[in-house]
Nanobody
Framework: VQLVVSGGDLVPVGGSLRLSCAATGGIFSILNWGWFRQAPGKQREVVAT???????NYADSVEGRFTISRDNAKNTVYLQMNRLYPEDTGAYYC????????WGQGTQVTVSS
């Protein structure tokens, strides 16, 4: 399975972005998926997960602002990010929650104050 992440950008505080993660060559629909981010100088952390039945979970820091979703027909998982803060800045990646797949290149999100 290859993971191609897109949608990162430079946005002002309070702005919105939608990230996409397209998975190729695998069994997308039966896997659980997660979005992760890594801020400069910090460890990678999970921000949202969605299982194969559509149940979702969020990190406290993004609850109410981020929405994870999936489209099994397109083999794609999304992360809608609203009301962005400078602390949301980082490289964003997708993977299964257990991180069993090879990491893709990620996409950079920069929130300017």
């Amino acid at each position: 399975v290859q993971l191609v992440v897109s949608g990162g950008d430079l946005v002002p505080v309070g702005g919105s972005l939608r990230l996409s993660c397209a998975a190729t060559g695998g069994i997308f629909s039966i896997l659980n998926w997660g979005w992760f981010r890594q801020a400069p100088g910090k460890q990678r952390e999970v921000v949202a997960t969605i299982n194969n039945l559509g149940s979702v979970n969020y990190a406290d820091s993004v609850e109410g602002r981020f929405t994870i979703s999936r489209d099994n027909a397109k083999n794609t998982v999304y992360l809608q990010m609203n009301r962005l803060y400078p602390e949301d800045t980082g490289a964003y990646y997708c993977n299964t929650p257990l991180q069993i797949l090879q990491w893709g290149q990620g996409t950079q999100v920069t929130v300017s104050s």
